[in-house]
């Protein structure tokens, strides 16, 4: 990936003056270059200087259209001071490929310094789709000026905050190894996708654990996913399963609760007999969620 070989070509000063336009981009999408220059604490000379620099290599974005000259961040710039602070935190030290591309989010295969493979997934919302956004409102409430940066940075932190409750279920779900502004690390599981597996040995088997794993989440966490379904249950060849993409989890007192809930395992129930033949009783599943 390209970010990846950029950290070799950064100061700290770039980042430093990159992570200045940052702070600035709380109250307006463009910072000038006083605002620039405040935040970052250098001379005019070292924030032109600074600021030249990280233009040409593709960093910022500029608006020469008002009295004063503005910059603001674009997603390349954010994508390396999140895994400048990862690797700076020795929690990855390498990125790998990219092994999923999710509706709002980029996912690529990552190591860290004992060769430990993670999946680290990119928040990309807020360019192409403004569906999560809408939901998003709901939890940020309403603010005047509302940046790609501060979405992602919150989306990322809600989903690291579910995989971290869920993880001390100790269930199949990943395991959270750590997060900066939109970027998580998580533990991956090499596999696909259930809606691209043709075949597994024992479908009957890993529905039962979907369901009991669903209703462990339900009861002991109090959580719902909330948008479950084929796309976001990963598999293996051995039949492990992976419960992934929480950032749309919602707790069980929720107003939609049971809708949610309800959903879920429908989607579930119907995808296994659809494409497995696997017949359950939808009804009788929904109604062992709600008793004790
Ligand atoms: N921990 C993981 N292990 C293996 N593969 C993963 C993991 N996390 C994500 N993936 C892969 O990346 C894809 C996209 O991930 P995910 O479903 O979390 O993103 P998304 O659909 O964009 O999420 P959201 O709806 O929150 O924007 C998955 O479908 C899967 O193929
Ligand atoms: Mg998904």
Avoid at 165 to 177: A, G, M, R, V
């Amino acid at each position: 990936m390209e970010v990846a070989k950029l950290l070799t070509k950064i100061d700290k000063e770039d980042l430093r003056i990159l992570m200045a336009i940052e702070i600035g981009m709380k109250r307006s999408e463009f910072v000038t270059v006083n605002n620039i220059k405040f935040y970052s604490r250098y001379k005019m000379e070292e924030t032109l200087f600074r600021l030249k620099k990280v233009h040409k290599l593709g960093l910022i974005i500029r608006d020469s259209s008002k009295h004063e000259i503005a910059y603001t961040l674009n997603s390349k710039a954010y994508d390396l001071l999140a895994l400048h602070a990862l690797v700076e935190k020795n929690i990855i030290s390498q990125l790998g490929p990219l092994i999923g591309k999710g509706k709002e989010s980029d996912v690529y295969g990552c190591m860290d310094d004992n060769g430990n493979v993670y999946a680290a997934k990119f928040y990309r919302m807020g360019r192409t789709s403004f569906k999560n956004i809408k939901q998003l409102r709901d939890i940020i409430g309403e603010r005047g000026h509302l940046s790609w940066l501060y979405v992602n940075r919150l989306a990322a932190k809600r989903e690291y905050e579910a995989l971290e409750k869920i993880y001390e279920l100790k269930l199949s779900t990943p395991k959270p190894i750590g997060y900066n502004r939109h970027i998580i690390i998580m533990s991956y599981l090499r596999g696909k996708e259930l809606i691209y597996i043709k075949n597994i040995k024992n479908p009957l088997k890993i529905f039962k654990r979907i369901i009991k794993q669903l209703k462990i989440i339900y009861k002991k966490g109090k959580m719902i996913h909330g948008d479950l379904g084929e796309f976001n249950i990963v598999v293996d060849e051995k039949g492990t399963i992976l419960i992934i993409d929480w950032l749309q989890w919602v707790s069980t007192d929720h107003p939609n609760a049971n809708l949610l809930l309800e959903r879920d395992i429908e989607n579930v129930c119907n995808y296994f007999q659809k494409k497995f033949n696997i017949e359950s009783n939808i009804d009788e599943i929904i109604s062992s969620f709600y008793k004790n």
